[in-house]
């Protein structure tokens, strides 16, 4: 079975920092999608970032980027120039292409402080 | 503006009752989802729908039901064989199978008094 694991739950930054939210995930699967899914106060669960596996380059969106490492099943999200903003419940999501079933990681709470 | 819509925000319901939570999207999306979320813990998937008049349960679907009559629209129900429904509950939608990224709606949070 496929896990996800966020080993840490809180993480606080100045404002206009960089913050590395790490995940790992256990999966015997060759091909399959990964994502970073951002929730904020309000509980509306935002899409951040995706990456597909058979990609080699890391994904990127604006000052979000990821750091893929396939073989060592490892899936981290930087945050560049970090924005009162971007305060908010962060999750790890894994998907088998074979289902498009969502797989979450248990969340990083990330405060950013000004 | 398409989206996803879930209502209502808050629903609070007395031991016993069932109760229907309410999620539409406008997406022409051919997938969608229901998840539970509690504190301190990642989304567990409840039950999913990958086309119209077909629907599977997902890891958590004891003492839930729902249909899927129409494309746009995906009811769970709650019914008072679910032991713990106090929870946050996210409905999502994809464009189904070949399409991997879900969308959510705003989320319903159920209390049982």
């Known amino acids: 079975a496929q896990t996800v694991t966020q080993s840490q739950p809180e993480m606080s930054v100045q404002e206009a920092e960089t913050v590395t939210l790490s995940c790992t995930y256990d999966t015997s699967e060759n091909n399959y999608y990964l994502f970073w899914y951002k929730q904020p106060p309000s509980r509306q669960m935002i899409l951040v970032i995706r990456?597909?596996?058979?990609k080699q380059q890391n994904a990127t969106e604006n000052r979000f980027s990821v750091n893929f490492q396939k073989a060592a099943k490892s899936f981290s999200l930087k945050i560049s120039d970090s924005q009162l903003g971007d305060t908010a419940m962060y999750f790890c999501?894994?998907?088998?292409?074979?289902?498009?079933?969502?797989?979450w990681g248990a969340g990083t709470k990330l405060i950013i402080k000004p | 503006d398409g989206g996803i819509t879930q209502s209502p925000k808050y629903l609070f319901r007395k031991e016993g009752q069932n109760v229907t939570l309410s999620c539409e999207q406008n997406l022409n999306h051919d997938a969608m989802y229901w998840y539970r979320q509690d504190p301190g813990q990642g989304l567990r998937l409840i039950y999913y729908s990958q086309i119209v008049n077909d629907f599977q349960k997902g890891d958590i679907a004891e003492g839930y039901s729902v249909s899927r009559e129409k494309k746009e629209s995906f009811p769970l129900t709650v019914t008072s064989a679910q032991k713990n429904p106090t929870a946050f509950y996210l409905c999502?939608?994809?464009?189904?199978?070949?399409?991997?990224?879900?969308?959510f709606g705003p989320g319903t949070r159920l209390t049982v008094l």
């Open positions: 990456q597909e596996a058979y």
């Open positions: 999501a894994f998907m088998k292409q074979s289902n498009y079933q969502l797989i």
């Open positions: 999502a939608s994809s464009g189904g199978r070949g399409t991997d990224t879900q969308y």
